[in-house]
């Protein structure tokens, strides 16, 4: 995931990952009442914010950056992606570990 996501910045993917709304509406069921999105018990209506705080313990597991969804430098050398990891951070697009700057591309 680190080497896919690396491309993916190098080619101009620099956003965040989003969400299809389609995953906040409920579907159908057999017996035609709404199915939701729930947390693993079936207790709890997933809301855009539960999946947003998701999706920030999967960056941090992975050791991404939370605001950008990039890999950091240190990530990526740590992989054994030294060199993709200088080239990105030339380009300013990958920021070391705990940096909490945006980097603007050109």
Do not use: C
């Not at 018990?41 to 939370?66: A, H, Q, S, V």
């Amino acid at each position: 995931w680190n080497l896919l996501k690396a491309i993916n910045v190098r080619e101009g993917q620099r956003s965040r990952d989003r969400f299809p709304p389609l995953w906040y509406t409920p579907i159908k069921g057999v017996d035609g009442k709404d199915i939701y999105a729930t947390d693993y018990y079936g207790k709890k209506i997933l809301t855009p914010e539960d999946f947003e705080l998701m999706l920030d313990d999967y960056y941090r597991e992975r050791e991404w950056n939370i605001k950008t969804g990039i890999p950091t430098k240190e990530k990526l050398e740590k992989v054994g992606l030294a060199d993709i990891a200088a080239d990105l951070f030339k380009m300013g697009g990958i920021l070391k570990k705990g940096e909490q700057e945006v980097y603007h591309w050109e």
